[in-house]
C-alpha cells in the first residue's frame, strides 16, 4: 500500500500517519523528520536545509527529489510506504510518479486532511515535541502527564523552531501557493480522498481505515 497524507502543516497528518503505519505496518516516511535529523547531525544535507526550515520556507525540490529516491528504495518500503509530507510542489509530485512508474509501483490513495486555519495556528503554536522519541503533544488539548516531559521517555520537550506563530503564518502561506495545487493534480487521478481533521484523533483514524478498506 502506498499513501500520500495531503494537507496544510497541523492538520494531523503526523498523527495519523504513525497510526496508519501501526495498523498496516508499513513506514511513515516524513520529510520533515528525515530533514530534522540531518539538521540536528549538521551533515550536508542539513547544513543547505537549515535556513529554508527556520523560515518556514520550502527546500529545494532536487534536494528533497533525490533524498526521497533513496529512502523509498529502502528494505523496510517492500510493502508499501506512508508520504507524509511529500510531495510539496508540483516538480516533487511528478518526479514521484516518475519514481513509482520507474520502479513498478502504482500510488493507491491521496488522503487530504483538512482542518481550518485558526485551529491549526492554535495546533501549532501549542504543538511540544520530544527530541529523542517523536512524540507530540499539545498543551491543551494534549499534554503530558507531567509538565513538559515526554511520557515514553522522560525527555524535556521543546518547541519546534518553526512553530512561532509568525513562522506558522507563512508556512501556511507556503502551503496555499505552492501545496494546495496538488489537490486538483491528485483529483484529476481519483485517487484524492478528503478526510475531515476536525475532532477526535481516534474518530478521525476510524474515519481513515474505513477509507482505506
Ligand atoms: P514538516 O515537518 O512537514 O512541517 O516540515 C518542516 C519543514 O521541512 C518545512 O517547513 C520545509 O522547510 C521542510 N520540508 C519538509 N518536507 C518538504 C518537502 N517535501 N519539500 C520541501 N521542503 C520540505
Not at 518556514?56 to 529512502?71: C, F, N, T, W
Amino acid at each position: 500500500m502506498i499513501l500520500i497524507l495531503l494537507g496544510a502543516p497541523g492538520v494531523g497528518k503526523g498523527t495519523q500517519g504513525q497510526l496508519i503505519s501501526k495498523e498496516f505496518s508499513i513506514p511513515q516516511i516524513s520529510t520533515g523528520d528525515i530533514l530534522r535529523k540531518e539538521v540536528k547531525e549538521e551533515t550536508e544535507l542539513g547544513k543547505k536545509a537549515k535556513s529554508y526550515m527556520d523560515s518556514g520556507a520550502l527546500v529545494p525540490d532536487d534536494i528533497i527529489v533525490g533524498m526521497m529516491e533513496k529512502r523509498i528504495k529502502e528494505d523496510d518500503c517492500k510493502n508499501g510506504f506512508i508520504l507524509d509530507g511529500f510531495p510539496r510542489t508540483t516538480a516533487q509530485a511528478e518526479a514521484l510518479d516518475e519514481m513509482l512508474s520507474k520502479n513498478g509501483l502504482n500510488l493507491d490513495s491521496v488522503l487530504l486532511i483538512d482542518v481550518p486555519e485558526e485551529e491549526i495556528i492554535e495546533r501549532l503554536t501549542g504543538r511540544r515535541v520530544c527530541p529523542n522519541c517523536g512524540a507530540v503533544y499539545h498543551v491543551k488539548y494534549n499534554p503530558p502527564k507531567n509538565d513538559n516531559i515526554c511520557d515514553k521517555c522522560s525527555t524535556q520537550l521543546i518547541q519546534r523552531d518553526d512553530d512561532t506563530e509568525s513562522v506558522v503564518r507563512n508556512r501556511l502561506k507556503v502551503y496555499q501557493d505552492s501545496t494546495a495545487p496538488l489537490i486538483e493534480y491528485y483529483e484529476k487521478t481519483n485517487k484524492l480522498v478528503k478526510i475531515d481533521g476536525m475532532g477526535d484523533i481516534n474518530d478521525i483514524f476510524a474515519n481513515i481505515k474505513e477509507v482505506l478498506k
